[in-house]
């Protein structure tokens, strides 16, 4: 069985990512991660220089890979034996998409955008889910957490002592 997750700079990938890692230690799976990037420039720019933006778009890709699984691993439970990290030029949806073969499981992140977010329907989650052919899990970004202070007082306030 493998896993197949895709990852980019955002906390729904992060949280893709834990939940991915997760589910490929528990089954010594091996763990695909993604991340699919697409070029700005393509008909903008001489071929030469697009050659060179491109090689700069994979060195970017391959240091984004690199961040986000170190990361992975320092927050993982549990270690993940065999992973394979892969950067791919070209729409993310349609690669993730292309990456599954039959008893894969896909993973992706959840944006939480509002309803003007959602109408777009341009998040790679919901183009992945209706085009898959393969189990896939959206993974929610974690909600902001409530506010607690680091410390019950801070720098220049002060404490009102109840008089007697």
């Not at 799976?29 to 001489?46: G, N």
């Not at 065999?82 to 896909?106: C, F, H």
């Not at 944006?111 to 109408?119: D, I």
């Not at 989650?125 to 052919?133: E, G, I, Q, T």
């Given at each position: 069985?493998?896993i197949?997750?895709?990852?980019?700079?955002?906390?729904?990938?992060?949280?893709?990512?834990?939940?991915?890692?997760?589910?490929?230690?528990?089954?010594?799976?091996?763990?695909?991660?993604?991340?699919?990037?697409?070029?700005?420039?393509?008909?903008?720019?001489?071929?030469?220089?697009?050659?060179?933006?491109?090689?700069?778009?994979?060195?970017?890709?391959?240091?984004?890979?690199?961040?986000?699984?170190?990361?992975?691993?320092?927050?993982?439970?549990?270690?993940?034996e065999?992973?394979?990290?892969?950067?791919?030029?070209?729409?993310?949806?349609?690669?993730?998409?292309?990456?599954?073969?039959?008893?894969?499981?896909?993973v992706?992140?959840a944006?939480?955008?509002?309803?003007?977010?959602?109408?777009m329907?341009?998040?790679v989650?919901?183009?992945?889910?209706?085009?898959?052919?393969?189990?896939?899990?959206?993974?929610?970004?974690p909600?902001?957490?409530?506010f607690?202070?680091?410390q019950?007082?801070?720098?220049?306030?002060?404490?009102?002592?109840?008089?007697?």
């Open positions: 069985m493998r197949v997750v895709g990852v980019d700079r955002s906390e729904a990938s992060r949280a893709a990512l834990s939940f991915a890692m997760q589910e490929a230690a528990a089954r010594s799976a091996e763990l695909v991660v993604i991340h699919a990037w697409q070029p700005a420039f393509e008909y903008v720019y001489p071929t030469d220089t697009t050659e060179i933006l491109r090689d700069a778009g994979l060195q970017q890709a391959n240091e984004l890979l690199e961040r986000v699984l170190e990361q992975g691993r320092a927050e993982a439970t549990r270690p993940v065999n992973i394979i990290v892969s950067p791919v030029e070209g729409d993310p949806a349609e690669v993730l998409v292309a990456a599954v073969r039959e008893g894969d499981l896909l992706v992140g944006n939480q955008g509002g309803p003007v977010r959602r109408l329907l341009g998040s989650s919901s183009k992945v889910v209706n085009s898959a052919r393969t189990p896939v899990v959206v993974v929610p970004a909600r902001p957490s409530e607690v202070p680091r019950p007082m801070g720098a220049g306030t002060r404490r009102r002592v109840a008089s007697r």
